[in-house]
């Protein structure tokens, strides 16, 4: 029989969307905050040369699949505009992995997050947004120094370089960062969703278009249409395939022992610890797209000046090449087991059942729970591997030349269904409020 909670989610329709007037206004409020942050990507920083800055970026492969592309398409166009949100939220998420790091290497930090409760964790945040502020004030800095130097003709992005400027643009672009954080906070509060995860989705959604017409226009021109059914019937696949992983569980059977309490026996439960697929998420593409194309974008700046080696070296491992290729998938599964052992500890998960008096069927309790949980955590984490690496190298050898691929596909997939999952529970929430009044006003007429 299915459970109260199981049998309003099948009652769930229009109607009862139509009644929930409050989660039409977080829906809205999320909406005007997006459009907010659509109008920032396309306001520049003060005093620089944008047709001079057009030029730079184009020069430097921000039109394919560098290391400015990726952070271009992750940022709503805004790198290409160099505007106020060029940084956008990446400082927080910069932030937020190395606290996670260090949460599982310091025990201070460590026992500050088990034992700390929701003051520890709102500690933990705070120190997140300190670190924030440092790693967006370094990026700017080194962003207003890149525009303030001459170029080899003796030309300064600022129209006005000088301390004025630089000052001036630091400024702006922390400010911008930490406004742009704050208005992700305020989605997740008073909005629908993950508030900083929705800010990128907004970004990557808005390639989208620019995307597809170019696409058509190709399509267009050469009178081929192959390739566009061909990309869209994989497009859709990866859809498939990404909603089908990111929601399956490895389900570990857990058991209660019974109890005597007072007269009666208590107890016997069971319950499931679930084990995502892809406990990683989409951490090791986003790491090992930086790290590899970091210093091929740097080694770019000197390629054209510079030795023959590191003109080989450029060319060797340049986005679509075969070397670069194997070094990226070999560094997302490298990622992907050391991100999972960072954020789910077998031991703590062995010593939590054990506390509650849990044990999974046939398996000590404490150490060899432990191992056998990291067992299953280890297959699992090498499909999930497999998986992404599948999911990123597939648009990839496609076209090297784009930078919507694997990681875009992820990020916007996941991000819909935690924004869907939310709205269901709210519309939960709503029908269990009008029950709770139904049942209330039949009191009162008896």
């Not at 937020?96 to 460590?110: K, N, R, V, Y």
């Not at 406004?179 to 995860?197: C, D, H, K, P």
């Not at 008096?357 to 699992?380: N, Q, W």
């Not at 709770?436 to 007429?445: C, D, H, N």
Request: proline fraction near 5%.
């Amino acid at each position: 029989m299915a459970s109260a909670a199981e049998q309003l989610a099948q009652n769930m329709n229009f109607s009862s969307f139509a009644k929930a007037k409050e989660l039409h206004q977080r829906i809205l409020f999320t909406i005007g905050i997006l459009i907010v942050y659509r109008i920032g990507t396309f306001v520049p920083i003060p005093g620089i040369n944008p047709v001079q800055y057009a030029e730079l970026f184009r020069n430097l492969g921000g039109e394919g699949q560098g290391i400015l592309s990726m952070f271009n398409m992750l940022g709503g166009g805004a790198v290409e505009r160099m505007a106020i949100f060029v940084l956008n939220v990446m400082p927080y998420i910069s932030a937020s992995i190395i606290m996670q790091l260090m949460s599982a290497t310091i025990p201070s930090l460590e026992k500050l997050k088990k034992e700390g409760g929701e003051q520890g964790r709102q500690q933990i945040n705070q120190y997140t947004r300190y670190l924030t502020v440092l790693l967006a004030t370094g990026q700017a800095f080194a962003i207003a120094i890149g525009m303030n130097t001459p170029n080899s003709e003796g030309v300064a992005l600022a129209l006005n370089p000088g301390p004025f400027f630089l000052a001036s643009t630091v400024i702006t672009l922390v400010g911008a960062t930490m406004l742009l954080l704050w208005l992700g906070e305020q989605i997740t509060a008073r909005g629908v969703g993950n508030g900083v995860s929705l800010i990128i989705f907004a970004g990557i959604i808005s390639a989208v278009p620019g995307v597809i017409g170019g696409a058509l226009s190709q399509a267009s021109s050469t009178g081929d249409g192959t390739v566009l059914v061909v990309g869209g019937v994989l497009i859709l696949v990866g859809l498939l395939l990404v909603v089908f992983v990111e929601r399956s569980q490895r389900r570990l059977l857990v058991q209660y022992p019974k109890r005597q309490q007072g007269n009666r026996m208590v107890g016997g439960d069971t319950s499931f610890l679930p084990l995502k697929l892809n406990t990683a998420g989409v951490i090791p593409p986003i790491f090992a797209s930086s790290l590899l194309l970091l210093p091929a974008t740097a080694a770019s700046f000197q390629a054209q000046s510079g030795p023959g080696w590191l003109q080989s070296a450029v060319a060797i491992l340049g986005p679509g090449s075969p070397w670069f290729m194997m070094a990226y998938a070999a560094m997302i599964i490298f990622f992907c087991f050391f991100y999972t052992s960072v954020v789910s500890n077998p031991d703590d998960m062995a010593e939590n059942l054990r506390k509650y008096g849990g044990f999974l069927p046939g398996i000590r309790p404490g150490k060899r729970t432990a191992e056998y949980i990291d067992f299953v955590m280890s297959r699992l984490t090498f499909i999930g591997a497999l998986y992404l690496v599948l999911i990123c190298m597939v648009p990839m050898m496609m076209n090297p030349n784009t930078a919507l691929g694997g990681t875009s596909l992820l990020i916007v997939v996941s991000v819909t269904m935690d924004t869907v999952s939310q709205i269901q529970s709210h519309l939960l929430a709503h029908q269990y409020e009008g029950l709770i009044k139904k049942s209330k006003l039949r009191g009162r007429k008896r």
